[in-house]
């Protein structure tokens, strides 16, 4: 059966699913089997073999995965890192450059500026505001521009039709991670992407029980990255495989409670007086609102503030919350509470920070499935304490 044409609430039950079902098992069995019998393969990539991420539960998640996002093909790994790596690797080699969105998730900044730059490879940050600034950017050897749906933690988003233009005018590919906003928010395919990145450990599992990562788009370029990710040993084990597969199917009834309820602890955030700004692209006042309403169906659960009182303000609140639980990661059924300056993005410099809007004084909430009247008391009687 043919899942194209269904709803995206249809393809996160069905798509992907073995026909017949194992044995009659309703739900997806875990094969903890690392090794499998030799079918007569001749590629050494198309060997049965955990490591080579074609176990059969790796297929039904790839095949999952790619029908959410409406791709070709989809590739799941360790990590969002091991994802995002191994993409970046397969796609640039000694001597290319890539231009990145000046404000990204720390792990794949430090990557891009340590990691890839050890490798040969070079890179320039661009103002994903000013499209018109980034044809000054632009060399021979520019292979790739990568961008995210929305930025960690400074909820911005870039003018992604512009993106697409300028990578297909110029012939380059286009990366987007598109963590925050989820399949169920927005689909970079159809826009015109060439590949789109998720750290499944956030929304796509949505408990804080798995570390995982994929990438979506054409057979051809995912087969490449399989490839590479096989070598760099990134496999995705079975029984995280098994939870990520669950947690799929209820991540549509999970994001539009995170999207509704985050609505409105930011609304709440905004008209507090122990509050400076609030940094969420679902609040009218955004400078990107009109942008976020025109490219998602929501704006996820993520959002930032910043408390009068700077630095000891947002660490007196981090403290006094008692339902928000002070820890890193997001996009989980618990609600997160973390200062981004001390825990995510740590590995900045002072300047790499102040170029991304970062202070000392930042919070970041991860909006979980909880009663949102109850959040928001939380936060007022920790915002009433500084």
């Not at 044809?135 to 909820?155: C, D, F, G, Q």
């Not at 233009?165 to 826009?191: C, G, Y």
């Not at 597969?245 to 602890?265: C, D, I, Y």
Request: with cysteine; charged share 20%; net charge negative.
């Amino acid at each position: 059966m043919s899942y194209e044409h269904m709803k995206i609430e249809t393809k996160l039950i069905h798509a992907g699913e073995p026909q017949p079902r194992l044995n009659g098992a309703v739900v997806m069995p875990i094969h903890q089997s690392s090794t499998y019998e030799y079918r007569g393969e001749t590629n050494y990539h198309d060997l049965r073999y955990i490591r080579l991420n074609n176990t059969p539960t790796h297929d039904v998640l790839h095949a999952k995965i790619a029908a959410l996002e409406n791709g070709e093909a989809a590739l799941v790994a360790s990590s969002g890192m091991a994802a995002i790596s191994a993409t970046l690797l397969t796609t640039l080699s000694a001597g290319d450059h890539l231009l990145v969105q000046d404000c990204v998730y720390g792990g794949t900044n430090d990557f891009i500026i340590h990691d890839l730059s050890a490798c040969g490879m070079e890179y320039t940050f661009i103002d994903v505001q000013a499209p018109d600034t980034w044809i000054s950017h632009l060399r021979p050897k520019t292979k790739a521009i990568y961008v995210e749906s929305i930025t960690n933690p400074m909820m911005q988003v870039a003018d992604l039709k512009a993106v697409v233009a300028f990578a297909q005018q110029h012939k380059i590919v286009s990366m987007i991670d598109n963590t925050f906003t989820s399949p169920i928010n927005f689909r970079p395919l159809e826009m015109g992407f060439d590949y789109v990145l998720h750290s499944c450990t956030k929304y796509m599992n949505g408990h804080h029980d798995i570390v995982a990562g994929c990438v979506v788009g054409k057979s051809t370029g995912i087969d490449k990255i399989r490839r590479k990710l096989n070598h760099l040993g990134g496999a995705l084990d079975p029984h995280a495989c098994f939870l990520l597969h669950r947690g799929l199917k209820t991540l549509a009834l999970r994001v539009r409670q995170q999207n509704t309820s985050a609505v409105e602890v930011a609304k709440f955030l905004e008209n507090h007086r122990q509050v400076e700004r609030v940094h969420y692209p679902g609040l009218e006042n955004h400078p990107h609102y009109q942008r976020a309403r025109e490219l998602f169906s929501g704006c996820s659960g993520m959002l930032s503030f910043e408390p009068k009182g700077e630095g000891e303000a947002a660490a007196k609140i981090a403290d006094s919350v008692k339902l928000f639980i002070h820890a890193p990661s997001q996009g989980g059924v618990d609600s997160l509470i973390v200062r981004p300056a001390v825990s995510s993005h740590a590995g900045l410099s002072d300047e790499e920070k102040k170029r991304s809007g970062i202070t000392e004084a930042l919070v970041r909430l991860s909006i979980g499935i909880e009663a949102t009247e109850d959040l928001i008391a939380d936060l007022d009687q920790a915002l009433n304490k500084i």
